[in-house]
């Protein structure tokens, strides 16, 4: 390949053949720059392929590169251009050409002190970033350092600093090249999204140097706050007095008009209108928010590099809608530029990411946002200390549902086992508590009420704050930003829903869930999981005399208590959803869920129920199960004691007609889980169908209702075809559903799944992302089934997946017609909803 410098080495001009691809998106940027006739200094391009061939060792045409000094300065920076700039590259290199005879005529034009700085600098970075000696055989200051630090090159190298300007570039750009594509630089980029053998091109750059008897200097601006995206014009520009170059006697200078001292704006307002004219142009025709970096020379401004300004994930909402507004890009850009996940940023409190953060250890992070609070280890204690006033985290082993008091009481919940679909995880996500799971580095030690966490002990009542969208825990009370729930945030979601898009509902059991769901403008409650409602308060005693109960009259007065609780449950909940679809799950979990574990509460219970101990303790292991998540639960339970499903149905028809009555019509969809034979659903079909006649004869009114299927099963999945023949709707069910197609229990896939994913075994945890290729196998054949009997039977998911933007996109081309996920992540599924659209019609894929 020729490496020549004149044939592939091309100079940015506005008509140069300057291509992304090709030269890497620094070099684009600063031709973009350059059309827009924005001072930039002379720039020369290295294409990737050139750079390549330099690291595999073709030689570099010294004389050729001697071109690149012609008129100027005589001295060049050299910075990396990779195709995306989050890939990063090597260091810039500056003032390459500086040698014995420039260094006495900067010194004559600037002043010895300056070019001493300026030579310095350049022999420390070539002494150890090109020739590779030792760091600490240059950390020369002070007087004679510049002579000092030439002689220990000379020393090492057995030659005199390179002289030739051509050749100090030839060695920078060969390392450069190297240093790209050595194993580490490799790696980094991997972990950054780039493919291993990402190209990379390289901007050789003439440097202003920022001299001249007017003000000189040089700095950087932005014109958005990188935190909160608000338009705000900072930087900072370090002058040199009296006409000197970088380096001494220079002077910082505030941007702007600032009380603490003196500002650009004021000393030169002429240089600062400039570079406003420059941001406001940047930012229309580069379509970005930019930060600029410059140099002033007599007042004259240099633009030598122009990056994408990083931001919060708050500041890239506001940034992209702004963007938007003004017209720069239209609004479908503004939604693609949003990563969906980030929006979870904006809608709880976060960890100011300038504070300083006291890290104790690390878990998943389970539910997003941050809490401070103080420790508490049991949901007792949660109670209390809320009672009082004072913010909690509950810090568990794990969570049970008895739990579920403590966790509304408290601001957050850390577990020391767990994954993303365990309890805790699942119940924090809809409560929108920040929650971190699976934290193995802490011990708790209920005895002495303390925890052992990252080798410190802490105590019950110490404060700690948890970050829930990091997985950190961190110690005290660390400084946070409040949720950004602002009018660009609804800006972006309204765009989001006219883009279309696989319909987005929310899994929401409580009124306060329904509440938030349509706050977030969810379509409806996707799933209603109605064992939560029998925890509350006088329930579960209720709940438990049902258990006990001996035979199905003394279960079905047990469950007549609880029925106008359930009733009243669902007329809330039909009420505030105001006629859009509530879809309810029948009751599924395993019934020793609801009885105590230890030995007081087993007490206590023979104390309520006016039984033996003796007694009390023999039904509870008679209910016991090995495997109790493949058990006795589900529409098993539903068909075993069938008086369960008809309170159930009874609650859901007479809400039904009461709130229809009241309000909107309502057409409850009611949801089977665990089904896995067809049987199943003709069984519970006939009771509820049978219940529905009940209620339309004692209430002498007329209601319709959906009866569907949850397929959580990998046999209800294969046998979607003939399920379907009697279900209005199937939502697949894809926390169950990994849990059986993998053989791996959701609450205890925790303790090895970060060893798993970081070897490779799996790529994500298939608890939080979908396994497209085997539980996304089961999916499509269950639809594909499913439509071939009734083409237009309703299919959803349900699982913590409808959250996710990956899988969202799959249930998305896979043609189906919503997700449900937590009322907090409805507004990520939103977004990702709509950039699947968007991309489907890019790609002129579905849709
Ligand atoms: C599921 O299994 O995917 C589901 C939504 O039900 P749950 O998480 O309540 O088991
Ligand atoms: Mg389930």
């Known amino acids: 390949m020729d490496t020549r410098i004149t044939s592939e080495t091309a100079l940015i001009t506005p008509s140069a053949g300057i291509l992304r691809a090709r030269h890497g998106w620094r070099a684009k940027c600063l031709q973009r720059l350059i059309r827009m006739d924005l001072p930039v200094p002379r720039s020369f391009a290295l294409p990737c392929e050139t750079v390549s061939a330099i690291a595999a060792g073709r030689p570099l045409p010294v004389e050729d590169l001697r071109k690149v000094f012609d008129g100027g300065s005589g001295l060049v920076s050299v910075r990396p251009s990779a195709v995306m700039p989050e890939w990063g590259g090597p260091g810039t290199v500056l003032n390459v050409g500086i040698n014995d005879a420039l260094h006495a ?165 002429e240089t600062f209108a400039d570079l406003i004219r420059f941001g406001i142009a940047a930012r229309e025709r580069l379509r970005e928010e930019m930060l600029i970096e410059f140099v002033v020379t007599d007042g004259q401004v240099s633009v030598i590099d122009a990056t994408r300004l990083a931001r919060t994930s708050r500041a890239g909402v506001r940034i992209a809608v702004s963007l938007a507004r003004d017209g720069v890009i239209p609004p479908e850009e503004a939604l693609m530029r949003v990563e969906p996940r980030a929006l979870a940023d904006l809608l709880h ?229 105001a006629g859009l679809p509530v879809t309810i799950r029948l009751f599924d979990p395993p019934l020793h869920e609801f009885l105590p574990h230890d030995r007081e509460g087993l007490r206590e219970l023979a104390e309520s129920m006016d039984m033996p101990l003796s007694d009390v303790t023999r039904r509870v292991d008679a209910l016991s199960e090995f495997n109790p998540m493949l058990g006795m639960r589900g529409v098993r339970l539903g068909i075993t004691m069938p008086e369960i499903y008809d309170m159930q149905a009874r609650a859901i028809f007479e809400a039904t007609v009461d709130a229809s009555r009241k309000g909107d019509p309502v057409v409850p969809e009611i949801m089977i889980p665990l089904v896995s034979a067809m049987r199943e659903v003709e069984l519970v079909k006939t009771r509820i169908d049978a219940v529905a006649s009940a209620v339309r004869n004692e209430r002498r009114t007329e209601f319709t209702y959906k009866l569907g299927v949850m397929v959580e099963t990998p046999r209800a999945a294969l046998r979607a075809g003939d399920i379907a023949a009697h279900s209005a709707f199937l939502s697949f069910g894809t926390n169950d559903l990994t849990q059986m197609t993998y053989g791996l229990s959701r609450d205890d896939a925790g303790r090895f799944m970060g060893t798993y994913v970081s070897q490779g075994v799996y790529s994500e945890d298939p608890f939080h992302v979908l396994d497209q290729d085997g539980v996304g196998e089961l999916l499509l054949t269950g639809a594909q089934r499913a439509r071939r009997q009734s083409p237009h039977i309703t299919i959803s998911v349900c699982g913590e997946h409808g959250g996710n933007p990956e899988s969202i996109a799959f249930c998305h081309d896979a043609g189906f017609d919503y997700v449900s996920c937590s009322p907090f992540r409805v507004p990520i599924a939103r977004l990702a909803a709509a950039q699947s659209a968007i991309r489907g019609r890019l790609t002129g894929d579905f849709d």
């Open 105 to 269: 005529e900067l010194s004559a034009r600037m002043g010895a002190a300056n070019a001493d700085a300026i030579y310095l600098a350049f022999v420390q970075s070539y002494a150890i970033n090109i020739a590779r000696l030792d760091p600490d055989m240059f950390h020369h200051e002070g007087d004679g350092a510049l002579s000092r630090a030439l002689a220990a090159f000379e020393a090492e190298m057995d030659e005199p600093f390179p002289q030739d300007p051509a050749r100090q570039l030839a060695e920078v750009l060969r390392s450069m090249a190297r240093a790209w594509d050595g194993p580490t630089a490799r790696l980094l980029r991997q972990a950054k999204g780039a493919p291993a053998d990402a190209p990379l091109g390289l901007v050789i750059q003439e440097m202003a140097l920022g001299l001249g008897p007017g003000l000189c200097g040089s700095g950087t601006i932005q014109f958005a706050d990188p935190v909160t995206g608000t338009p705000r014009v900072t930087g900072r520009f370090r002058g040199q007095s009296h006409g000197t170059a970088v380096g001494a006697g220079a002077e910082t200078l505030y941007l702007t008009r600032d009380e603490r001292g003196p500002s650009l704006e004021d000393v030169s307002p």
């Open 349 to 577: 409190h976060q960890v100011d990411p300038r504070a300083p953060r006291d890290l104790i250890t690390r878990g998943i992070n389970a539910s997003p946002g941050a809490a401070t609070g103080r420790i508490v280890l049991t949901a007792a204690a949660a109670q209390a200390a809320n009672a009082r006033g004072e913010p909690c985290i509950l810090v568990r082993r794990e969570t049970v549902p008895e739990d579920i008091r403590g966790m509304h009481a408290s601001v957050a919940v850390l577990t020391e086992r767990g994954g993303t679909t365990s309890h805790a995880a699942v119940i924090a996500r809809g409560l929108g508590l920040p929650c971190i799971v699976g934290a193995n580095g802490i011990r708790i030690d209920l005895r002495n009420r303390t925890l052992i966490a990252g080798g410190r002990e802490l105590r019950e009542g110490d404060e700690i704050t948890i970050d829930g969208s990091s997985g950190e825990v961190l110690a005290g009370a660390a400084a946070l930003l409040p949720p950004a729930l602002d009018d660009n945030f609804t800006q972006l979601l309204a765009w989001a829903d006219e883009a279309g898009g696989i319909g987005v509902r929310a899994n929401a059991d409580t009124p306060e869930d329904a509440l938030v769901a349509r706050r977030f403008e969810a379509q409806g409650i996707g799933l209603c999981r109605t064992e939560h409602m029998f925890f509350d308060g006088e329930r579960l005693p209720a709940m438990r005399e049902m258990i006990f109960a001996d035979s199905p009259d003394d279960r079905r007065l047990a469950l007549a208590r609880i029925l106008p609780m359930q009733r009243e449950d669902f007329t809330r909940l039909f009420e505030i959803m």
